[in-house]
């Protein structure tokens, strides 16, 4: 301690050092002012000033000498600046050979370094000092005067060996450096999961990369965006957790690529679990990581997951012929049955369709066009196509089941289809002539059924091979009539629309053979609606057929859809002065008089008599 030094410029040289292991220090300068204090201090190792309450100015000047030939050599990582354990590192001189003074800090000289020493010995070969980096600065001692050059060897798992080297000099004992120090990258695994239409990336797939050795991933961690994600046990819930497991490392892909880091050396198989809802999965991809951390694959994609949107086309359909026309109108719900929400999917609806709302997640609901409807994003699953309801003339078709693979396809009853069709055929009435027991057919009645509020139009296409003749009225359809036959067991009529129809016989009463038949003469009035009988009355319609009834009647079997006309049978018996006509029951004759029961007296030429 140098008290009361007058105001003035100072000089503090070292004369000569300790021992020659140290190098002389460098000159240090400094001035006192008036006041005692210090300033303009130069080349000092430090200097801290006297407290401000002290009794006296000055302060404290530090010169440190440092050791010949001393230099810290640093490894650290490029992620996390952390020291990296596990790298080899060597010193070079360019110029002779390495000193057998040289000293490394916590290490002794050997002859070889192995598995058990690494991090315990140095060696040193001619014109190189190697050894193996641990957690802690290596500092490098004794080093001669000349050129140096730092640079790694080899790498530990999970980094690339760094191309970068560190020069330096010692010229008079003396290092122009203090820290030399190496930075490594870590060895990263960029795995991208993509959306094939837009080439964006997609989230929501579950993704693995699983070790096919024995690699050991205890060190290997995630990250997106630059920031690792958080290291979870289970199975990771979300796009910002991972889990490494064994020999597998599981992630939730997300909006931008994910990169897997510190990867050791060894092969991988890359794998996509779980697709996103409504996208396919891609196969898995193998790749490799060398030891010298370079990553490859045989994968023209690279380690690219890329996934195609499932798409299914709903076709509702009018069979017409050996054509199939797209129908429009029907009430079509599509449900998932595994309950999965159909939320995400995009619709396109054909044209003239449209939405139906519906509050169940699972379900989509639409009225179809005359074009197809495609439903993307569709997920894989098990699916109902119900008909709710028809359009007006068609019968509503059965539900359909399909399911939609991981891979996209669409199976309907076990086998591939390119999309799901419904058939729509168009609903069907038939109507019978039969004798009062309903179980013959009667030829030669005329019937006619009527519907002046509705257009026929479309009724007369769909019956263009059924023999019916138009009833025109003022220029207008307004019903259909025919002629009974024994070649058809009942009469069939397609696509009847929704509403009221009147059914009756017309003319007279009629022959079949040797049989001669009354016409009801009241109508029958029913309604049609979604294609079926769903009311009827009249006069005479009957809830039974009955084969002993005297005169003709209707009956209605709504099940079937079907209608009976029931006619009762004329008797005829011919007497010495009168011919007497029944209905249904044999009327005797006497030679005197003719009783007339439910029908008119005609001649015998005009019947054909029993």
């Known amino acids: 301690v140098l008290s009361k030094l007058p105001a003035g410029n100072y000089t503090l040289e070292e004369i000569q050092a ?40 000055g302060g404290k000047i530090t010169m440190l000498d440092t050791k010949k030939g001393e230099i810290a050599i640093s490894k650290v990582d490029a992620v996390n600046g952390k020291q990296v354990k596990g790298a080899e590192l060597t010193i070079e001189i360019s110029e002779g050979t390495i000193s057998d003074k040289v000293t490394v800090s916590g290490r002794t000289k050997a002859d070889k370094i192995t598995e058990e020493n690494k991090y315990d010995v140095y060696t040193v070969s001619g014109k190189a000092l190697t050894f193996i980096t641990g957690e802690e600065t290596v500092v490098v001692g004794n080093l001669t005067d000349g050129k140096y050059t730092l ?29 030399a120090e ?32 024995d690699q050991d991933l205890t060190n290997v961690i995630v990250k997106r965006d630059g920031e690792e994600l958080e290291k979870v046990t ?7 957790e991972y889990t490494v497991s064994g020999k597998t490392i599981t992630y939730i892909s997300g909006e931008k690529e994910t990169e897997i880091v510190y990867l050791p050396s060894g092969e991988y198989t890359l794998a996509e679990d779980t697709a996103p809802l409504g996208y396919t999965k891609d196969t898995e991809v193998v790749f490799t990581v060398g030891k010298d951390g370079t990553v490859k694959t045989e994968n023209e994609n690279g380690l690219e997951l890329t996934d195609k949107v499932i798409e299914v086309t709903i076709s509702k359909v009018e069979i017409a012929g050996e054509k199939s026309v797209e129908l429009k109108g029907a009430k079509l719900t599509l449900t998932n049955t595994d309950k999965t929400s159909l ?63 991981e891979d996209g396809t669409v199976k309907q009853g076990g086998k591939e289809v390119d999309k799901v069709v419904m058939e729509d055929k168009h ?19 005329t019937l006619e059924i009527r519907n002046e509020l509705i257009d026929w139009t479309n009724i007369l296409a769909a019956n263009l091979e059924n023999a019916f003749e138009q009833i025109i009225e003022e220029g207008k359809t307004v019903g259909l009539k025919w002629v009974s036959t024994k070649t058809e067991t009942a009469k069939v ?39 079926k009988i769903v009311s009827a009355e009249g006069e005479a319609l009957k809830t039974e057929e009955n084969a002993e009834a005297e005169d003709g009647y209707y009956f209605v079997d709504k099940n079937n859809n079907h209608i009976k006309v029931n006619d009762a049978e004329i008797t005829t018996t011919v007497s010495s002065t009168s011919i007497v006509e029944t209905s249904a029951t044999e009327t005797s004759a006497t030679e005197t008089s003719a009783t007339e029961t439910s029908a008119t007296e ?9």
């Not at 008036?34 to 009794?55: C, H, L, P, Q, W």
């Not at 790694?152 to 203090?178: I, Q």
């Open 427 to 445: 609903s069907t009435i038939s109507i019978s002539k039969n004798d009062i027991s309903g179980k013959n057919e009667v030829a030669g009645a």
């Open 602 to 610: 005609t001649s015998a030429t005009e019947t054909s008599a029993t």
């Open 182 to 213: 190496l930075t490594d990258e870590a060895v990263v695994a960029a795995i991208s999961k993509k959306e094939a239409a837009g080439g964006t990336e997609l989230a929501g797939a579950k993704i693995t990369v699983t070790a096919n050795g």
């Open 343 to 405: 939320e995400g999917v995009e619709v396109k609806y054909g044209k003239d369709a449209e939405e139906v709302e519906t509050t169940e997640k699972n379900v989509i609901s639409f009225i179809s066009g005359t074009e197809a409807t495609v439903l993307s994003k569709l997920p894989a699953g098990n699916y109902t196509l119900e008909e709710i309801q028809a359009p007006n003339g068609y019968a509503v078709a059965e539900t359909i089941e399909f399911t939609v693979g």
């Open 151 to 179: 640079k790694e060897v080899s790498a530990p798992e999970g980094y690339l060996v760094t191309k970068s080297t560190v020069e330096f000099t010692v010229a008079k004992g003396k290092v122009d450096k203090t820290v």
């Open 493 to 531: 009529i397609n696509g009847l629309l929704d509403g009221k129809y009147t059914l009756k016989e017309t003319g007279e009463s009629f022959e079949d053979g040797d049989k001669v038949y009354s016409v009801i003469s009241s109508e029958l009035n029913f309604e049609i609606k979604g294609g």
């Open 18 to 57: 300790p021992s020659d292991s140290y190098n002389t220090a460098e000159t240090i300068s400094f001035t006192i002012d008036e006041f005692g204090t210090i300033t303009n201090v130069k080349n000092a190792d430090s200097y801290e000033a006297t407290e401000e309450n002290a009794e006296t100015a």
């Open 234 to 240: 289970g199975e990771p819930k979300n796009e910002n």
